[in-house]
């Protein structure tokens, strides 16, 4: 009796590892009410320099919008670490917010799942119609010839942020091809002075899949066929993913304790606290780099360069979308809050403290007042760009292609060596684990 | 005489039981629900946090829940076997990565439990005769037990990072490395595992052992002693005979804890783990809530849910047999 109660014991507590993750995750009132003064309930992603930042730019904006139509907005903020997960935990449970910000890359997975309301005829209509959204912004919410199941909210761009000063010092013009941009790097390492060319997220497997899709854009390489058939193992995609790790591998211009940065923040901070020449990194970089140290003035910005024979990409489309929950209670209220929050007044007073690119054509940048700044980024969302694979299996192309980088990063950074053959085994490795997914 | 005297007392006592519990004789039928009355609420909230959740996880191993389904679970079409089959080819990256991972959580429990339980003794021993300070250093050693996991684990993450961590520090300034060792990536991410997981687990192996050192009784020591037994011929012949029963428990719940251990490497590590330190309950997690594929990682936590029942179904089937033999 008391083996068997034991045993029972050991069942629960190993299947409690898949299933209590997978239940009663705090999800916030739903409920709110079917009409008059509605409540929503509005998960926002982290923007500012913290979750309080966060909430302190947002609560007024918010208070107008209860002020304009009556309807009151309970505001959640949550870090970029949990918010996936919470989404999901949202989708299964069916407790879900009414209003809920996406990383925009995540818009064709979640479509799938089928627990959005999708953004058609009248439902645009009613949050002021396609036509006021940058197209390319717009093309993120979802599957191509679908309607969308989100919309865009806030516009970022990778750009090649670089030190002045020390490119003044050796004599270095802001570089416009990968080549200079490496020979660059390589005269600003300085082991000595413990400074280094670039600074990457190389432990970040979000960070990390952001480049071996822009490297391999740049080779004019897909990751995904027509049919949402991963290909992974193209020489486009092996070179590009190699071409990115050779910055620490073969050219030797990202300190090898990079392995370890598993956000973007740090590389940030190195840059901002002067230990290295440059970073790529999104737009709202900005504020992470002033609040360090770093004076506006003392960095430029130039779009993340490609080879000199290479297609001209320098960033994905990113940037943060509005999904409406199709189970909410409140669909009027939820798409009078898109409206709102997708207004150009809304977008100019969020635009500078969120340091976002705006999603509205004819908007101009909020979130720097330097021209020449806003004019580059502008440049690169709008032109330089290309919108990650809007296919279902995108998020498991992110996990599965960012973690196998981190790995090879880690080799690196240890002490190995890792060459295409390597690059392609990996990448067949994530292949396998998107089939067996799909 | 005697045979009078039997039928006399209960006659005699029942009286007096009636006076002590008159509200039960009174009222058969409650004396007879009472005990399930009182077990039930017990047995709803067992059924409610493990055995629903049990069922519906090896519900969800026989089907296809994948992200197009998950915000409709009764739509989700039967997989069979396929769910396990996906987890155990292991010429596939699926199955391979689970066989990688359950090879580095061998390893790692079994080290860990090893550890935890030597320095347990260790300290469990040596802190058994009384003096001075010793109730300090008993508290202090229950720090890491007291001390939130999260807490703990997260120093041990600032400690041990390659550039501004003390762990490196304090080897350079011991002069036993140059300061540059990675600890949380490459090979020695399972040896950081280890320390972490043993640092936060031997306390507790310390705590059972001491309460079962009180229990044995110091005349047996003293005989020991009288006969010329030292300390260690002692304690191989009186400490941990007579801490059998202790030590059968304690290593089988150091094991299932480090085997299904989450906390460690999800905190240590972050969501940035290095295949040295994929411990098959984080690989379990990531395949569920990482590649959206719920029905393969419920076959996963299945497969290692029979694993655990058949490893301790042997253990006490094995040490029940040796007991029975002494």
């Known amino acids: 009796m008391r083996l068997r109660s034991f045993v029972a014991a050991v069942a629960v507590s190993a299947l409690g590892i898949s299933l209590a993750a997978c239940g009663g995750s705090d999800s916030g ?28 730019v947002l609560t007024p904006v918010l208070e107008k919008f209860t002020q304009e139509t009556g309807v009151k907005v309970n505001l959640e903020v949550i870090g970029w670490n949990d918010l996936q997960t919470r989404i999901q935990t949202a989708i299964t449970s069916g407790q879900a917010p009414d209003v809920v910000n996406i990383g925009n890359t995540w818009a064709a997975s979640l479509q799938a799942t089928d627990a959005f309301l999708p953004f ?83 432990g970040s497997y979000t960070e990390n899949v952001h480049f071996a899709f822009i490297n391999a854009a740049q080779n004019k390489a897909d990751w995904f066929d027509a049919d949402g058939k991963p290909t992974f193992t193209g020489d486009g995609n092996v070179q590009g993913v190699l071409r990115y790790l050779d910055l620490m591998q073969k050219d030797k211009v990202a300190n090898p304790s990079n392995a370890q940065y598993d956000n973007g923040t740090k590389s940030v901070n190195d840059f901002a606290t002067k230990k290295v020449a440059m970073v790529i990194n999104q737009n709202n970089a900005n504020s992470s780099i002033v609040a360090n140290g770093m004076k506006a003035g003392e960095y430029g910005v130039v779009p993340f360069p490609a080879p000199a024979a290479g297609e001209q990409v320098a960033s994905h489309v990113a940037g943060i979308n509005l999904s409406v929950f199709k189970n ?22 969020l635009g500078k403290p969120f340091a976002s690119l705006p999603v509205l054509k004819d908007a101009k940048p909020a979130f720097t007042t330097d021209a020449a700044e806003a004019a580059t980024f502008s440049d690169i969302y709008n032109t330089k760009s290309k919108p990650l694979p809007l296919v279902p299996a995108e998020d498991q192309f992110e996990s599965t292609v960012g973690k196998a980088m981190n790995g090879m990063f880690a080799k690196i950074a240890t002490g190995g060596t890792v060459s295409a053959d390597d690059v392609k085994a990996a990448l067949k490795t994530a292949e396998d684990q998107v089939a067996a997914s799909s | 005489m005697s045979v009078a005297t039997q039928e006399a007392t209960p006659a005699a006592a029942r009286p007096a039981k009636k006076k002590s519990k008159p509200g039960l004789e009174r009222r058969p039928g409650l004396n007879r629900w009472l005990p399930y009355l009182l077990l039930a609420p017990a047995v709803l909230a067992e059924l409610l946090i493990h055995i629903i959740p049990m069922i519906v996880g090896i519900w969800m191993s ?33 199955g391979e990565g689970l066989l990688k991972s359950f090879g580095v959580t061998v390893v790692f429990s079994l080290v860990t439990v090893a550890l935890s339980w030597v320095l347990g003794m260790a300290a469990a021993v040596a802190l058994q005769p009384p003096f001075k300070g010793r109730a300090m250093l008993r508290t202090l050693f229950l720090v890491p037990y007291a001390l ?59 705590l059972t052992l001491m309460a079962g050192l009180q229990s044995i009784p110091g005349d047996l020591y003293e005989a020991a002693s009288v006969d010329g037994a030292g300390n260690l011929r002692q304690w191989r012949n009186i400490t941990l005979p007579s801490l059998r029963p202790v030590n059968l428990v304690l290593v089988l719940v150091l094991f299932l804890w480090t085997f299904s251990d989450f906390n460690t490497p999800y905190v240590l590590f972050g969501t940035a783990q290095p295949p040295a330190g994929d411990l098959i309950t984080f690989h379990i997690y990531n395949a569920s809530f990482l590649t959206w594929n719920f029905g393969t990682g419920a076959a996963m936590s299945v497969l290692l849910l029979i694993f655990l029942m058949i490893v301790t179904g042997i253990y006490l089937l094995v040490t029940g047999r040796r007991s029975r033999r002494a």
């Not at chain 2, 961590?165 to 140059?178: C, F, I, Y």
């Open chain 1, 29 to 56: 009132d739903s409920s709110g009410g079917g009409g008059g003064d509605a409540t929503l309930t509005y998960w926002a992603s982290n923007q500012g320099t913290s979750l309080d930042n966060d909430k302190q």
């Open chain 1, 328 to 349: 909410t209670k409140n669909k009027d209220a939820a798409l009078k809050f898109v409206k709102y929050m997708t207004d150009g007044g809304t977008q100019t007073t």
């Open chain 2, 62 to 94: 026989f089907v296809k829940l994948t992200k197009f389904f998950i915000a409709n679970w009764s739509a989700a079409p039967a997989a069979g076997l396929g769910n396990y089959k996906i987890a155990l080819d292991f010429d596939n990256a699926v």
């Open chain 1, 120 to 202: 058609d005829g009248d439902a645009m209509t009613a949050i002021g119609g396609k036509d006021k959204f940058v197209p390319t912004a717009l093309a993120t919410g979802g599957k191509e010839g679908t309607d969308p199941t989100s919309v865009p909210l806030y516009g970022l761009a990778y750009g090649l942020y670089y030190n002045k000063a020390m490119f003044a010092a050796a004599g270095l013009q802001p570089p416009k091809t990968w080549e200079e941009m490496v020979t660059a790097a390589q005269k600003l390492t300085v082991p000595a002075k413990k400074q280094w060319g670039m600074a990457l997220a190389a």
């Open chain 2, 148 to 206: 939130p996991a999260y807490a703990g684990i997260l120093t041990w993450n600032f400690m041990l990072q390659r550039d501004t961590g003390a762990v490196n520090h304090v080897l350079e300034q011991l002069h036993l490395s140059d300061g540059t060792t990675f600890w949380l990536i490459g090979g020695n991410a399972l040896v950081s595992l280890i320390a972490v997981a043993t640092w936060k687990l031997w306390t507790f192996a310390f």
